[in-house]
C-alpha cells in the first residue's frame, strides 16, 4: 500500500465512522476504497469489520446519555443482534467467494436504496409513531434484529438504516434515543463478527489499523455534530461511492 492509498483508506475510515453514527452505511464509502487499492474483495469485507469496531464504540460513547436507562432494551435486541452478526460471520466465511462477488453488488445496491429513501422511512416513522405501544417492539422487532445482523455479519452496508427503520416503526420511543440503540448493535455486529474473522479468515491488518483509527475519530465526531450535516450531501456522497463500489466489482 503506497503512502497516497493509506491516505486515502485513513479518510475513508473518518467518513465511514462518521456517517455509521449519523445514519449507518458506512461501509459503502471504506469498502470501495479498500477494492480500489487492490485488497480481493472478501479481505476487504473482513478488514472493513475489524476496522469499523472502533468507530461503533466511539459512537456508543457519544451517545452514552441515551443510553442509560435501555439497558433491558439493549440486552433484549443486544442477543439477538450478536447471534445474527455470528451467523452472518458464518455464512461469510463458508460460502465460496463467487458467492460473495456475485451477491455484494446487490447488497450494495439494495443499502444505497435504503440511503435514498431513508427520509421518507424516517417520515412514515414519525407519522406512525404513537403513545401506548409496546416499550420492546415484540417479536417481530426481535425477529428483525436478528435478521439485520445475519446481514450485517455478511457485509453489513446500511445496516443501521435499516435498524433505524424496523425500531423507529416498533418501538415508540424518541429518534435520538433509537438510535443510540442502532449504534450499540452495528457495534455488538460488526465485533462478533471480527472475533469469529480473527480465527477463521485473513485480515490485512494494515488496512484494518487505518480504518479503525479512522473510524474512531470519525464516530467521535459524529455524535457531537452529525445533527449539524447535510443529509442530502451525505447521502449523495454515500450513492456515488456505492454505485462506484458496484461497478468496480462488476467489470473488474
Known amino acids: 500500500m503506497t503512502l497516497w492509498e493509506a491516505i486515502a483508506v485513513l479518510a475513508a475510515g473518518v467518513g465511514a465512522g462518521m456517517i455509521n453514527v449519523i445514519v449507518g452505511s ?36 457519544g451517545y452514552r446519555r441515551e443510553l442509560a436507562d435501555q439497558g433491558r432494551r439493549l440486552l433484549r435486541l443486544g442477543t439477538a443482534s450478536l447471534l445474527g452478526g455470528l451467523v452472518g460471520a ?36 414519525a407519522a406512525r409513531r404513537r403513545p401506548g405501544g409496546d416499550p ?7 425477529a428483525g434484529v436478528f435478521l439485520t445482523g445475519i446481514y450485517g455479519g455478511y457485509f453489513g452496508a446500511a445496516q443501521g438504516v435499516l435498524l433505524l427503520a424496523l425500531m423507529g416503526m416498533l418501538l415508540q420511543e424518541e429518534l435520538q434515543r433509537i438510535n443510540a440503540v442502532k ?33 474512531l475519530v470519525g464516530g467521535l465526531v459524529g455524535a457531537k455534530v452529525g445533527r449539524r450535516l447535510s443529509a442530502p450531501v451525505l447521502r449523495g456522497v454515500i450513492v456515488v461511492v456505492g454505485l462506484t463500489a458496484v461497478t468496480k466489482l462488476l467489470i473488474g
Do not use: C, H, Y
Not at 98 to 125: E, G, M, T
Not at 193 to 210: I, K, R, Y
Open 26 to 61: 458506512g461501509t459503502l464509502i471504506t469498502f470501495p476504497v479498500l477494492l480500489a487499492v487492490g485488497i480481493p474483495p472478501v479481505t476487504a469485507n473482513v478488514s472493513n469489520s475489524f476496522g469499523l469496531v472502533p468507530g461503533s464504540l466511539s459512537g456508543v460513547i
Open 90 to 125: 458464518v455464512l461469510l466465511i463458508e460460502l465460496p467467494s463467487a458467492a460473495f462477488d456475485a451477491i455484494v453488488p446487490v447488497l450494495i445496491l439494495l443499502a444505497l436504496v435504503l440511503v435514498v429513501i431513508q427520509p421518507r422511512v424516517a417520515k412514515a416513522v
Open 183 to 215: 449504534n450499540a448493535l452495528a457495534m455488538i455486529v460488526n465485533a462478533v463478527a471480527a472475533l469469529f474473522f480473527l480465527f477463521t479468515s485473513t485480515v490485512d491488518w494494515a488496512a484494518a489499523g487505518l480504518i479503525a483509527a479512522g473510524s
Open 136 to 142: 420492546d417492539g415484540g417479536a417481530a422487532l426481535l
